[in-house]
Each structure stands twice: as C-alpha cells, then as structure tokens.
C-alpha cells in the first residue's frame, strides 16, 4: 500500500527531492572551503552560473524561445532573481567562507527558513498549520543541536567576524530569492526559468568578477580552479536550484523552506566522508529531530 495515496506523481516526485536537494546544495560547502587562494569569489559564482545557465539553455531552447517576448518583458525580475539567488547567495557566501567557520555559517542560515515560512504566510497568503509549525520548531531544535556539537552553552562561546556578516545578508537573500520565485508567476518551466534567472546573474556577476579579476591575489588560473566551477556549476547549481525550484512551484514556498535544516545534516556528512572531518553523536541525534520535523513541516 502505497504512503502517499492521495498525492499526484509530480508531488510525489517533489516530496522526494525534497530530501535530496540539501544533499546536492552540500557540495557547495566543500566548494567554498577549498576555494580560497585558488580562485577568487565572484570569478567562481561568474563560472558557475555561465557554466549551469550554458547547460539549462541547451535543455530548455525550445521553450526560452518560443517564450522570448514574455522572458525579455521580465527581463528586470531575472535581474533581480540572479542577484539575489547567484551574486548575493553565491559569489557573497564564498566570500563570507574566507573569515568565518562553517558552524556560523550553518547557525546563520538555519534562520532562512523561518523568513521563507512566515513570508510566505504574510505575504502569498499560504496557509501554516499547527503541525507544520511544530516541525519547524522541532527541526530548528536538531538544527542547533548539529551545529553547537551537543554543547549548547557553546552559544554563548560563538565569534562573529566579517564574514558572518556576508553570510547573514546572504541569509536574508535567500528568503528573497524563495519569495520572490513564487511571487512572481512565470510561463516558463522550472529549466527555462533557471536558465533566465542564471543569464540575469552573469549579468550582473560580469563587472564584479572583472574587477575582482583585476585586482586578484590568487595564481593564474589552474586545473582546480576549473574542477570547483565545474562542481559548483552542475551539482549545487543546476541540480540543487532545480530541484528546489520544481519543488517550490509544486508544494509551496513555506513547505519545501523546511527542506533547508537538512544542509548542516547533510554539509556535517559530506565533511566527514570527502574532507575527513570527525562525525559525532551530535550529527545522529541531531538527524533523528530534523528528518521527523522535516516531514511534519512538508505535510499538507
């Protein structure tokens, strides 16, 4: 008997990459803590994006041509869109990893959700019952539990430097970013409107990253610099902002902000298998509060 009886193949498909696409968003952990001293931010967000866009454009020409006209008229939202979710959740957050420490970085994001659920109460109007509140707070709960590693009095121990204030605007973008996508209806499918949002980000990326690349302290440009774009591009670019964003247009922006509390999870675990970092007893416990919250939040 199936879980989910009353649910249409296209929920179904998007309650399971609900699970997936925080797995994919974690390579960009590993991504922004080799980057430095090999290639500069705003170069790698600019690679990435012109990379994932090539990508999405080659899939989806049909459609991005067929609707020129309605994409060109919304050429100002994509601008908009490809800044927030490609300069400011991208390029900023590589910058805000040069100074601050990957627990910060977890505990400051861990907030987005919260903004995306209660924005899109107050503001789209869509409707949060009690049980999908109590898996936020339940979620948030497992959450601070990964990222203080079981030492709660480690709050009080926590040092805010520069980059943490990079990665709180980036927080507060990627409410934005969410909001705004389902504000803002679009004709285009999930890939077509990838694919516009990345080309309004390279736009905007372009003279940041020449200027960056004018007064650049890192070597010439090498074969890892190619492999981070490369890996940024088509693993927490193409297939985590795709994903999120079927899933988003599918169940809502306040369910699928729930989604979010699995990056410290899942960054905790691809620390642990490709950087060699220690896993604790604190990433179990932590696991059994967010996978059950996740699920209430996601729930109808």
Not at 97 to 105: G, L, P, R, W
Not at 294 to 300: D, T
Request: proline letters at 4%; charged letters at 10%; a positive charge.
């Amino acid at each position: 008997m199936s879980l989910l009886p009353d649910f249409s193949s296209r929920e179904r498909r998007a309650l399971w990459l609900l699970w997936t696409t925080p797995a994919l968003w974690s390579v960009n952990y590993i991504v922004a803590r080799i980057a430095p001293g090999v290639v500069e931010p705003h170069m790698l967000a600019l690679g990435r994006w012109a990379l994932a866009g090539l990508v999405l454009s080659v899939i989806a020409r049909s459609e991005l041509w067929r609707e020129r006209r309605s994409t060109w008229q919304a050429a100002g939202q994509y601008l908009a869109l490809g800044t927030l979710g490609m300069v400011i959740c991208g390029a900023w957050v590589y910058q805000g990893a040069q100074t601050t420490s990957a627990m910060n970085i977890a505990l400051i994001y861990a907030a987005s959700p919260v903004l995306i659920a209660l924005g899109a109460v107050l503001w789209l109007g869509e409707r949060f019952s009690w049980r999908q509140g109590l898996g936020v707070v339940i979620a948030m709960l497992g959450v601070f539990h990964v990222v203080v590693k079981g030492q709660w009095l480690a709050l009080a121990q926590v040092e805010w430097v520069a980059g943490d204030g990079w990665i709180v605007v980036a927080m507060v973008s990627w409410a934005g970013f969410a909001l705004l996508q389902k504000k803002w209806s679009s004709p285009l499918g999930s890939t077509a409107r990838l694919a516009a949002i990345c080309m309004g980000g390279v736009v905007v990326l372009l003279p940041f990253s020449l200027w960056e690349s004018w007064q650049a302290t890192t070597p010439v440009w090498s074969t890892q610099a190619t492999l981070l774009v490369v890996a940024a591009a088509l693993i927490p670019g193409v297939g985590a902002y795709w994903s999120y964003g079927f899933c988003q247009k599918v169940l809502g922006a306040s369910r699928v902000a729930a989604s979010l509390y699995l990056g410290p999870l899942y960054g905790g675990l691809s620390a642990w298998l490709v950087l060699g970092e220690s896993l604790g007893w604190h990433h179990v416990l932590g696991a059994c509060l967010i996978l059950p919250g996740i699920y209430l939040a996601s729930r109808k």
